[in-house]
Structure formats: structure tokens, C-alpha cells
């Protein structure tokens, strides 16, 4: 599996290293960096306990993946 450097698309400034799963040309899938790959985002509210039911990471949607451009791994 490719490692990647992977900047995040919003403002183009943040990078990460991350293992990269090459699933089309050009497309890559990988761990959520937001969330840390498990989709729950219950353990950055400032009051957990307060909760009804674990809070989706908005980034991945719960998923714990994300897509990412992957050109540079082929």
C-alpha cells in the first residue's frame, strides 16, 4: 500500500502521511484524518456524557473513510 503525502482540500495547507488504498486510477481511499478512521466523533465534544447517541465525524459521515486524489501514486 502507497504511502502518500495528502493535503487537505480546503485551503491546501495542512499535510499528512498516510497509507493509501488504490481503488481506480487516480482514486484512492484512506483513513479519515479528521476522526482518526473510526467514524465517531463523540470523543471531541467538550461534554460526551451529555449525548443521546455517538455524533458522525462530518468529514468521512460516520464511514471512518475517505476518497482521496491519488494520481501521484501511479
Known amino acids: 500500500m502507497p504511502i502518500m503525502q495528502i493535503t487537505e482540500a480546503r485551503f491546501g495547507t495542512n499535510y499528512i502521511e498516510q497509507e493509501v488504498t488504490i481503488v481506480a486510477p487516480g482514486i484512492g481511499i484512506t483513513d479519515c484524518w479528521e476522526c482518526g478512521g473510526d467514524g465517531d466523533w463523540t470523543k471531541f465534544h ?28 501511479i
Open 46 to 73: 467538550p461534554e460526551p456524557e451529555t449525548l443521546t447517541e455517538p455524533l458522525k465525524c462530518v468529514n468521512c459521515k460516520g464511514s471512518g473513510k475517505q476518497y482521496v486524489d491519488a494520481w501521484d501514486a
